[in-house]
């Protein structure tokens, strides 16, 4: 089952934009992470936001948490081609095994 | 450097037949994962393991099976029982704590073709 879902599915912009992409998801959780995918590789962990945190700051990354909505935001400022990747959010709901469920990803194309 | 392997990169499996994708990693983790991935999808959990000799099945457990004999390793089969298996695999591990995720470290996949 999927927990979280991006929207949206798919994004372009031009190099120096911003980019931002929301998770939207269904029930109580711990915290919530980002992840990173470039084509053909392994995700990277980007970022991990309590469920007691409202916003959080890593370098160019600005992620918000709302758990009244049950949605989380990443933000992207002042892209680079480099940010050329797939992003999924993932939530740990704390369930047994400490399963991450990860939703369908965005895709995002920066172009220079 | 510690980190999680993932062999082989890509993997061609015939009609009827068995195959195992290994994932070691260095990370002293407890915990480790398989995922699938399909083209443009998220990913689905297949197996977990919290520690060695015990493992639970996922969301996508059938036609495959895992082992967990020693904590740096946990390889995943896939085998004839499973109707589609072409995908992108990947593993991950954790530390486990019991209680809250503190995030995941992947290996690079494997992608497994059947021909």
């Known amino acids: 089952s999927q927990q979280g879902e991006e929207d949206p599915q798919a994004l372009s912009i031009q190099e120096g934009e911003n980019a931002t992409m929301n998770c939207s998801y269904k029930?109580?959780?711990?915290?919530l992470q980002w992840y990173r995918q470039n084509s053909g590789r392994g995700l990277v962990h980007l970022i991990l936001i309590r469920s007691n945190e409202r916003e959080k700051h890593s370098g160019r990354l600005r992620v918000t948490l709302d758990t009244s909505k049950k949605s989380s935001s990443l933000l992207i400022t002042a892209s680079r081609a480099a940010d050329t990747a797939s992003y999924f959010c993932a939530t740990d709901a704390g369930a047994a095994g400490n399963k991450l469920t990860f939703g369908g990803g965005t895709r995002v194309l920066v172009k220079p | 450097d510690g980190g999680i392997t993932q062999s082989p990169k890509y993997l061609f499996r015939k009609e009827g037949q068995n195959v195992t994708l290994s994932c070691e990693q260095n990370?002293?983790?407890?915990?480790m994962y398989w995922y699938r991935q399909d083209p443009g999808q998220g990913l689905r959990l297949i197996y977990y393991?919290?520690?060695?000799?015990?493992?639970q099945k996922g969301d996508i457990a059938e036609g495959y099976s895992v082992s967990r004999e020693k904590k740096e390793s946990f390889p995943l089969t896939v085998t004839s029982a499973q109707k589609n298996p072409t995908a992108f695999y990947l593993c991950?591990?954790?530390?486990?704590?019991?209680?809250?995720?503190?995030?995941?470290?992947f290996g690079s996949g494997t992608r497994l073709t059947v021909v």
């Open positions: 990370l002293n983790h407890d915990a």
């Open positions: 029930t109580s959780i711990n915290n």
């Open positions: 393991s919290q520690i060695v000799n015990d493992f």
């Open positions: 991950a591990s954790s530390i486990f704590t019991g209680a809250i995720n503190y995030g995941y470290t």
